[in-house]
């Protein structure tokens, strides 16, 4: 079974981000992937319940949130360039395009979506990145680096800025969590190796029972 890379993939028809953005593909799989969310509750500290505790009342949930760390970036063994002939430099630029300001008809970052093999995990936006230079040739040139991403979801049948994305057979889950893709039999076994998709039920796996899939088109 061939080997799948994770990606976050650029949403298109955005007119208000970098067109220049492209995908950001990981040269090597995520070890973890471990997923958050909250929910919100308001406090009425005027009324009293059992053990005078203030009752509460239900506001809300946040969007997940996901951190991806220590991702490795390396150009050493190919002679400083990718397999595409992009340097390190380039892959760095392009990942930073995701937590960028504005700059002229560039309004905002680009919206991704986090993909591995056959599973679309969310809708989502880069909201911290920390990269560290590892590994560099003797004439200054960086060849390798760690990278840490934290990501943020948004709803997929709203995303701002952009039409057609969302439909009307897609229903927007309470939260508005992200409608996620089901991988197909030959790819949903658990594997151990490093690299593999995480099984179901493990830390920060956000499964069927929680989540929601639906089959990949």
């Not at 039999?185 to 594997?191: E, K, N, Q």
């Amino acid at each position: 079974m061939p080997l799948e890379k994770a990606i976050l993939k650029v949403v298109s028809g955005d007119p208000l981000s970098d067109p220049s953005a492209k995908d950001i593909k990981f040269m090597f799989n995520p070890t973890e992937m471990s997923f958050t969310r909250s929910s919100s509750w308001d406090y009425d500290s005027g009324a009293r319940g059992h053990g005078l505790l203030p009752k509460v009342n239900f506001s809300g949930i946040n969007p997940y949130s996901l951190s991806l760390n220590k991702l490795v970036f390396d150009t050493y063994e190919t002679k400083g360039q990718d397999p595409t002939g992009k340097n390190l430099s380039d892959i760095i630029e392009n990942i930073k395009k995701g937590v960028s300001g504005p700059d002229g008809d560039n309004k905002r970052p680009p919206i991704y979506i986090l993909s591995w093999g056959g599973i679309e995990y969310f809708y989502c936006v880069m909201t911290k990145l920390t990269y560290t230079f590892t590994m560099f040739l003797p004439n200054g040139t960086p060849v390798r680096a760690l990278v840490d991403i934290d990501l943020q979801e948004v709803d997929a049948t709203n995303l701002p800025g952009i039409k057609g994305k969302g439909t009307s057979s897609t229903k927007s889950r309470q939260g508005g969590l992200s409608p996620l893709k089901k991988p197909n039999a030959s790819t949903s076994g658990s594997r151990s190796k490093r690299g593999s998709t995480p099984k179901s039920g493990s830390k920060g796996v956000i499964n069927k029972n929680n989540a929601g899939l639906k089959k990949k088109k």
